[in-house]
């Protein structure tokens, strides 16, 4: 069974910046997309970024020149540096990934718990 744990979520001023990770573990045999979507109140979860198994990466016009996103293959780990921060950023971060848990099963549609990211004014 595949796990994907959040951390780095808090609370920060505006204009500040904030590093997510996701840690993937359990049965893992490859990684093909990873990313980070999010979800405020009242509103539905949208995509943050996206990262390819080549490095590709998407973005949503609202984060773009703000969020980068990377991967570490090795430690099976997606993260998120977030600059600029402004109010309209705070939501519920949830991380995102297609794993392949053996080499006779095909990949699998995985979702993180989430972590909470406030940015005050």
């Known amino acids: 069974q595949v796990q994907l744990v959040e951390s780095g979520g808090g609370l920060v001023q505006a204009g500040g910046s904030l590093r997510l990770s996701c840690a993937a573990s359990g049965s893992i045999f490859s990684i093909n997309y990873m990313g980070w979507y999010r979800q405020a109140p009242g509103q539905q979860r949208e995509l943050v970024a996206t990262?390819?198994?080549?490095?590709?990466?998407n973005y949503a016009d609202s984060v773009k020149g703000r969020f980068t996103i990377s991967r570490d293959n090795a430690k099976n780990t997606v993260y998120l540096q977030m600059n600029s921060l402004k109010p309209e950023d705070t939501a519920v971060y949830y991380c995102?990934?297609?794993?392949?848990?053996?080499?006779?099963?095909?990949?699998?549609?995985?979702w993180g718990q989430g972590t909470q990211v406030t940015v005050s004014s």
């Open positions: 990262i390819t198994s080549g490095d590709s990466t």
């Open positions: 995102r990934a297609g794993i392949r848990p053996s080499s006779y099963r095909g990949y699998e549609d995985s």
